[in-house]
Protein backbone atom coordinates (compact mmCIF):
# COMPACT_ATOMS: atom_id res chain seq x y z
CA UNK A 1 0.00 0.00 0.00
CA UNK A 2 1.40 3.56 -0.69
CA UNK A 3 2.82 5.33 2.55
CA UNK A 4 1.87 8.65 3.09
CA UNK A 5 4.00 11.27 5.52
CA UNK A 6 2.08 14.81 7.01
CA UNK A 7 2.98 16.62 9.23
CA UNK A 8 1.18 16.06 12.88
CA UNK A 9 -0.10 19.55 13.38
CA UNK A 10 -0.04 22.77 11.75
CA UNK A 11 -1.42 26.67 13.09
CA UNK A 12 -2.79 29.13 11.50
CA UNK A 13 -4.51 32.79 11.77
CA UNK A 14 -7.46 33.67 10.58
CA UNK A 15 -7.12 35.19 6.80
CA UNK A 16 -4.15 33.62 6.15
CA UNK A 17 -3.24 30.86 3.59
CA UNK A 18 -1.89 26.86 4.88
CA UNK A 19 -0.32 24.72 2.84
CA UNK A 20 -0.04 21.35 4.45
CA UNK A 21 2.38 18.50 1.84
CA UNK A 22 1.96 14.89 2.00
CA UNK A 23 4.61 12.83 0.22
CA UNK A 24 4.40 9.76 -0.94
CA UNK A 25 7.46 8.24 -2.21
CA UNK A 26 5.98 5.10 -3.94
CA UNK A 27 3.45 6.24 -5.38
CA UNK A 28 2.26 4.25 -8.18
CA UNK A 29 1.48 5.13 -12.17
CA UNK A 30 -2.34 4.81 -11.72
CA UNK A 31 -2.79 6.39 -8.42
CA UNK A 32 -4.67 9.41 -7.85
CA UNK A 33 -3.88 11.99 -4.67
CA UNK A 34 -7.03 12.63 -2.39
CA UNK A 35 -7.92 15.07 0.51
CA UNK A 36 -10.04 14.62 3.50
CA UNK A 37 -11.31 17.30 5.77
CA UNK A 38 -12.82 16.01 9.17
CA UNK A 39 -14.29 17.94 12.12
CA UNK A 40 -14.68 16.10 15.44
CA UNK A 41 -17.26 13.24 15.93
CA UNK A 42 -17.93 13.60 12.50
CA UNK A 43 -16.98 11.25 9.05
CA UNK A 44 -14.26 12.64 6.92
CA UNK A 45 -15.57 14.68 4.15
CA UNK A 46 -13.89 14.94 0.49
CA UNK A 47 -12.01 17.96 -0.22
CA UNK A 48 -9.97 17.21 -3.36
CA UNK A 49 -8.41 14.69 -5.93
CA UNK A 50 -6.06 15.00 -8.61
CA UNK A 51 -3.41 13.49 -10.68
CA UNK A 52 -0.69 16.04 -11.30
CA UNK A 53 -0.09 19.25 -11.64
CA UNK A 54 -2.75 21.41 -10.12
CA UNK A 55 -6.60 20.98 -9.52
CA UNK A 56 -8.27 24.20 -7.88
CA UNK A 57 -12.01 23.95 -6.73
CA UNK A 58 -14.10 26.06 -4.94
CA UNK A 59 -12.84 24.93 -1.24
CA UNK A 60 -8.76 24.41 -2.12
CA UNK A 61 -6.28 23.64 -4.34
CA UNK A 62 -3.84 20.78 -4.69
CA UNK A 63 -0.08 20.97 -6.77
CA UNK A 64 1.34 18.40 -7.67
CA UNK A 65 4.97 18.24 -8.96
CA UNK A 66 5.94 16.36 -11.93
CA UNK A 67 7.74 13.80 -10.09
CA UNK A 68 4.35 13.39 -8.41
CA UNK A 69 6.45 11.92 -4.90
CA UNK A 70 4.16 14.56 -3.10
CA UNK A 71 1.24 16.76 -3.33
CA UNK A 72 0.47 19.97 -1.17
CA UNK A 73 -3.28 21.27 0.14
CA UNK A 74 -3.70 24.79 -0.41
CA UNK A 75 -6.32 26.25 1.74
CA UNK A 76 -6.77 30.26 0.46
CA UNK A 77 -7.66 32.46 3.26
CA UNK A 78 -8.28 30.11 6.55
CA UNK A 79 -11.19 30.79 9.03
CA UNK A 80 -11.87 29.07 12.27
CA UNK A 81 -14.22 27.07 11.11
CA UNK A 82 -11.18 25.50 8.60
CA UNK A 83 -9.80 23.94 12.27
CA UNK A 84 -10.34 20.37 11.31
CA UNK A 85 -7.49 16.94 10.59
CA UNK A 86 -7.06 17.06 6.80
CA UNK A 87 -5.78 13.93 5.39
CA UNK A 88 -3.97 12.88 2.64
CA UNK A 89 -5.03 9.22 0.74
CA UNK A 90 -2.83 7.97 -2.09
CA UNK A 91 -4.31 4.90 -4.48
CA UNK A 92 -6.84 4.12 -7.48
CA UNK A 93 -10.22 3.37 -7.17
CA UNK A 94 -9.63 -0.15 -9.30
CA UNK A 95 -7.64 -1.87 -6.10
CA UNK A 96 -10.19 -0.61 -3.48
CA UNK A 97 -8.00 -1.32 -0.52
CA UNK A 98 -5.01 0.91 -1.60
CA UNK A 99 -6.99 3.85 -1.09
CA UNK A 100 -7.94 2.83 1.90
CA UNK A 101 -5.20 4.27 4.15
CA UNK A 102 -5.96 7.27 6.24
CA UNK A 103 -3.17 7.47 7.95
CA UNK A 104 -2.80 9.88 11.23
CA UNK A 105 -3.61 13.12 9.05
CA UNK A 106 -2.67 17.10 10.06
CA UNK A 107 -4.18 18.83 12.80
CA UNK A 108 -5.20 22.38 11.60
CA UNK A 109 -5.88 24.79 14.52
CA UNK A 110 -6.20 28.03 13.27
CA UNK A 111 -6.69 31.01 15.23
CA UNK A 112 -8.28 34.23 15.78
CA UNK B 1 -32.23 13.64 0.67
CA UNK B 2 -29.01 11.43 -0.44
CA UNK B 3 -26.52 10.16 1.67
CA UNK B 4 -25.34 7.48 3.89
CA UNK B 5 -27.32 6.84 7.30
CA UNK B 6 -25.80 4.93 10.54
CA UNK B 7 -27.49 3.95 13.58
CA UNK B 8 -27.61 4.34 16.45
CA UNK B 9 -25.35 7.44 17.00
CA UNK B 10 -24.65 6.37 20.37
CA UNK B 11 -24.71 2.41 21.74
CA UNK B 12 -23.70 0.66 24.70
CA UNK B 13 -22.42 -3.05 24.63
CA UNK B 14 -22.35 -4.75 27.73
CA UNK B 15 -19.52 -7.65 28.42
CA UNK B 16 -20.14 -10.72 26.37
CA UNK B 17 -22.53 -9.35 23.94
CA UNK B 18 -22.62 -9.10 20.07
CA UNK B 19 -23.75 -5.27 18.81
CA UNK B 20 -25.00 -4.38 15.43
CA UNK B 21 -24.30 -1.72 13.77
CA UNK B 22 -26.53 0.17 11.35
CA UNK B 23 -25.27 1.35 7.65
CA UNK B 24 -27.85 2.23 4.69
CA UNK B 25 -27.17 4.16 1.61
CA UNK B 26 -29.53 5.12 -0.95
CA UNK B 27 -26.46 6.75 -2.97
CA UNK B 28 -26.73 3.30 -5.71
CA UNK B 29 -22.79 3.27 -4.79
CA UNK B 30 -21.01 0.11 -5.55
CA UNK B 31 -18.72 -0.33 -2.79
CA UNK B 32 -18.98 0.01 1.12
CA UNK B 33 -16.61 0.08 4.25
CA UNK B 34 -16.13 0.26 7.59
CA UNK B 35 -13.75 2.38 9.72
CA UNK B 36 -12.71 2.65 13.74
CA UNK B 37 -11.45 5.48 15.06
CA UNK B 38 -9.93 5.61 18.67
CA UNK B 39 -9.36 9.46 20.36
CA UNK B 40 -6.85 11.43 18.08
CA UNK B 41 -6.11 8.53 15.62
CA UNK B 42 -6.81 8.17 12.21
CA UNK B 43 -9.31 6.28 10.51
CA UNK B 44 -8.39 1.82 9.95
CA UNK B 45 -9.86 -0.12 8.26
CA UNK B 46 -12.19 -2.78 9.30
CA UNK B 47 -13.78 -4.43 6.79
CA UNK B 48 -15.14 -3.54 2.66
CA UNK B 49 -17.42 -4.83 0.43
CA UNK B 50 -17.10 -4.16 -3.69
CA UNK B 51 -20.48 -6.09 -4.47
CA UNK B 52 -23.36 -7.47 -2.52
CA UNK B 53 -22.78 -11.02 -1.41
CA UNK B 54 -18.79 -10.69 -1.46
CA UNK B 55 -16.79 -8.64 1.85
CA UNK B 56 -12.80 -8.53 2.21
CA UNK B 57 -10.91 -7.87 5.42
CA UNK B 58 -9.33 -4.82 6.28
CA UNK B 59 -6.30 -4.22 8.68
CA UNK B 60 -8.19 -4.63 12.03
CA UNK B 61 -11.03 -7.19 11.11
CA UNK B 62 -10.86 -9.61 14.42
CA UNK B 63 -14.00 -9.48 16.67
CA UNK B 64 -15.98 -8.22 13.77
CA UNK B 65 -18.36 -9.47 11.68
CA UNK B 66 -20.27 -8.24 8.41
CA UNK B 67 -22.60 -9.06 5.73
CA UNK B 68 -23.92 -7.69 2.73
CA UNK B 69 -27.00 -9.01 1.34
CA UNK B 70 -28.33 -5.44 -0.18
CA UNK B 71 -26.38 -3.41 -1.82
CA UNK B 72 -27.57 -0.24 0.47
CA UNK B 73 -26.94 -1.95 3.72
CA UNK B 74 -23.92 -3.35 4.99
CA UNK B 75 -23.71 -3.70 8.85
CA UNK B 76 -21.25 -4.14 11.21
CA UNK B 77 -21.68 -6.45 14.36
CA UNK B 78 -19.01 -6.47 17.38
CA UNK B 79 -18.79 -9.41 18.78
CA UNK B 80 -17.63 -10.38 22.10
CA UNK B 81 -14.16 -11.68 20.95
CA UNK B 82 -13.28 -7.91 20.25
CA UNK B 83 -12.00 -7.23 23.41
CA UNK B 84 -11.54 -2.93 23.24
CA UNK B 85 -14.76 -2.17 21.20
CA UNK B 86 -15.01 1.42 22.70
CA UNK B 87 -14.70 3.38 19.16
CA UNK B 88 -16.00 5.84 16.59
CA UNK B 89 -17.17 3.52 14.28
CA UNK B 90 -17.99 5.14 10.26
CA UNK B 91 -19.80 3.73 7.51
CA UNK B 92 -18.61 5.07 4.02
CA UNK B 93 -19.29 4.23 0.73
CA UNK B 94 -18.16 5.04 -2.72
CA UNK B 95 -19.15 5.03 -6.78
CA UNK B 96 -16.17 3.00 -7.61
CA UNK B 97 -15.90 4.74 -10.60
CA UNK B 98 -18.50 7.81 -11.38
CA UNK B 99 -16.74 9.17 -14.12
CA UNK B 100 -15.02 12.29 -12.45
CA UNK B 101 -12.62 10.78 -10.23
CA UNK B 102 -11.55 7.96 -8.04
CA UNK B 103 -13.07 5.99 -5.30
CA UNK B 104 -14.16 9.35 -3.65
CA UNK B 105 -15.92 7.75 -0.30
CA UNK B 106 -18.72 9.26 1.27
CA UNK B 107 -19.43 9.18 4.91
CA UNK B 108 -21.98 8.64 7.57
CA UNK B 109 -22.18 10.39 10.79
CA UNK B 110 -20.57 7.48 13.00
CA UNK B 111 -21.92 5.48 16.01
CA UNK B 112 -20.09 5.99 19.24
CA UNK B 113 -19.51 2.63 20.76
CA UNK B 114 -18.87 2.13 24.88
CA UNK B 115 -18.70 -0.50 27.16
CA UNK B 116 -20.89 -0.78 30.28
Known amino acids: LAKTTQPISMDSYEGQEVNITCSHN???????ITWYQQFPSQGPRFIIQ???TKVTNEVASLFIPADRKSSTLSLPRVSLSDTAVYYC?????????????FGSGTRLQVQP | DGGITQSPKYLFRKEGQNVTLSCEQN?????MYWYRQDPGQGLRLIYY???????QKGDIAEGYSVSREKKESFPLTVTSAQKNPTAFYLC???????????????FGAGTRLSVL
Open chain 2, 92 to 106: ASSPYHDGTAKNIQY
Open chain 1, 26 to 32: NIATNDY
Open chain 1, 50 to 52: GYK
Open chain 1, 89 to 101: LVGDGDTGRRALT
Open chain 2, 27 to 31: LNHDA
Open chain 2, 49 to 55: SQIVNDF
